[in-house]
């Protein structure tokens, strides 16, 4: 077994979770695969004057290479329709191109996480050795040649940047602290649809207005509640109704108190 390549991390709740419980083996395995080719850090390429970024939690590849890794048994329907039960049910989120496909495991920062106090103490000081053999840097070379491929296209960084805008902006107004690696992959694909910038931070100020510190709906100030199939009908509502609502809310939260 080659060290070299480094290691990654399985946290046994996973097996617990009703992704994994209700999953095929198929999409088990994508699963473990997807989180051992993540990169563990942001990777930066060079092309034609302009710098291009693959974010922690995030790898180039191609449907060929994912069938390569999981065996021979698997066909090429059976991983794509792993891959959109994992999208579905907000595992990952995937950019296709002729190139390959950019793939973003969603929350991988909580996977990833070797802070975590209940972290075996060994992997932490295995860590801290810096030994090459076990650094936390998972890598695939031949993947990492087709990031170069495809990082190149001006659109997905674009869009890329734009994503990561409009999560700083949903950040700074609903005092969240929401990661690229967790979420951007949600705002790419909805900027295919909705490529303004203003648009999002329009909906964010709305529902901020509406929802921000009510119990019931703060947690909803989040990108897979608010950037979903509803997003243009929150577009089109106004601020100065949101913000009438919010009040009301609370109106009735003092009564209830006064009860």
């Not at 066909?75 to 990952?92: D, G, P």
């Amino acid at each position: 077994m080659d060290k070299s390549e480094g290691y990654f991390i399985i946290w046994r709740s996973l097996f617990k979770d009703t992704l994994w419980l209700n999953g095929t083996p198929t999409q088990k395995l994508l699963m473990v695969i997807c989180i051992g080719k993540a990169n563990h850090e942001p990777g930066e390429w060079h092309w034609l004057g302009e710098k291009f970024t693959v974010e922690r939690g995030q790898f180039i590849t191609s449907l060929e290479s994912l069938k390569k890794n999981m065996g021979k048994h698997i066909t090429t329907q059976n991983l794509r329709s792993a891959l959109n039960n994992l999208e579905k049910y907000h595992f990952l989120t995937m950019i296709a191109t002729k190139a390959g496909r950019l793939i973003t495991v969603l929350n991988y920062n909580d996977g990833q996480s070797v802070t975590n106090k209940d972290t075996n103490k060994e992997v932490t000081k295995t860590q801290q050795r810096g030994n090459k053999e076990v650094t936390p840097n998972n890598k695939d070379n031949k993947d990492n040649k087709d990031n170069k491929k495809i990082l190149h296209k001006k659109g997905i960084n674009i869009n890329y940047e734009k994503a990561v805008e409009i999560l700083n902006y949903l950040n700074e107004k609903a005092d969240k602290k929401f990661t690229p690696a967790g979420y951007v992959g949600i705002i790419i694909k909805k900027l295919k649809q909705f490529p303004l910038v203003e648009d999002y931070k329009k909906v964010i100020d709305i529902k901020v207005a509406k929802w921000k510190d009510v119990p019931e709906w703060d947690d909803k100030l989040r990108p897979e509640t608010l950037f979903t199939s509803k997003f243009e009908s929150y577009k089109n509502e106004k601020i100065i109704k949101a913000e009438k609502e919010k009040t009301s809310i609370e109106r009735i939260h003092e009564q209830y108190k006064r009860i």
